[in-house]
């Protein structure tokens, strides 16, 4: 149900970006989420997912399409970024005090350059306008037919990039909701707060891996066992019977929320429509 909800608010998410270009129903979205899901599973950092959703759409430009679904993409990250910045300022000092690095200049120098980062990102984010502002600067005469293409950025108002964000804020607090569930399922014992703070730390670090969904599984695994091995060490939890429990959890999520939707995009992957009469 939770993995149903997960790539459900994707795909409100997508048919409202790309409602600015050709309307979308909410099946077909969610048809171009499952096929994307199927095309990724072969490409690094899930890039696929841009390829594999574009095809569903019948008249708009699919140059156009992927670069909003990258602007889609972009709010998830932002938020996986955020949230793990926010997890480290905590984690750091919770777990890691023993080894000082919780305090002193070293750390909050730390805080400092991770807040000015964030709020850097947050101002891009809510001023995609200006990128299509800089490729008039850059571009000019330069790759004019790739130009235009660049003024999907202009399309969204800062509210419409709100109501996005939330968006991938609430599915973001779907499958973190969903590894705590599993984690209680298979015996470790954590408060969801805890667990939160512990999973939004494992999400910021797969963001920065490269991987491939393929072998995802497991890196996930081995970072979660890294990233627990500190609160395993910290509440002298057993730490035989809780990495079993993580590296259980983590396993049956990626299951859960990857495998089985790639399994079924691959259905909808054949259905697609590469080519269009009107293109050579």
């Known amino acids: 149900l939770f993995m149903l909800a997960n790539w459900s608010l994707e795909a409100l998410k997508w048919k409202y970006l790309i409602g600015k270009i050709e309307k979308v129903g909410f099946f077909r979205s969610y048809q171009a989420i499952l096929a994307g899901i199927a095309v990724s599973s072969f ?16 008249t708009a430009s699919r140059i156009e399409g992927i670069l909003i679904t990258i602007v889609g993409s972009m709010s998830q990250l932002l938020i996986t970024i955020l949230a793990g910045s926010a997890a480290m300022i905590v984690f750091i000092p919770k777990y890691m005090s023993s080894a000082g690095f919780g305090h002193g200049y070293l ?12 709020l850097l990102l947050l101002a891009i984010y809510f001023r995609l306008s200006f990128l299509a502002l800089l490729r008039e600067r850059m571009l000019k005469n330069r790759l004019e037919r790739f130009r235009k293409f660049f003024r999907v950025f202009g399309y969204y108002r800062q509210k419409e990039l709100l109501v996005v964000i939330l968006l991938s804020l609430a599915r973001y607090l779907v499958f973190s909701t969903q590894f705590f569930l599993l984690l ?29 969904a393929l072998t995802e599984l497991g890196i996930r695994g081995t970072v979660a066992l890294y990233v627990f091995g500190f609160f395993f060490h910290h509440t002298g939890y057993a730490p035989d019977a809780g990495n079993m429990g993580v590296f259980a959890a983590s396993t049956i999520l990626w299951l859960i929320n990857l495998g089985i939707p790639a399994l079924v995009g691959t259905i909808f992957v054949f259905r697609l429509q590469f080519f269009r009469k009107t293109e050579s």
Not at 43 to 56: D, L
């Open 43 to 58: 490409i690094p950092n899930r890039v696929g997912e841009y390829f594999g959703r574009v095809y569903i759409l019948k």
């Open 184 to 212: 209680l399922l298979f015996g470790v014992t954590i408060a969801y707060t805890d667990a939160l703070l512990l999973i939004a730390l494992i999400y910021f670090i797969m963001a920065v891996i490269p991987t491939i």
């Open 107 to 118: 750390y909050y120098s730390l805080v400092a350059i991770i807040t000015a980062l964030s």
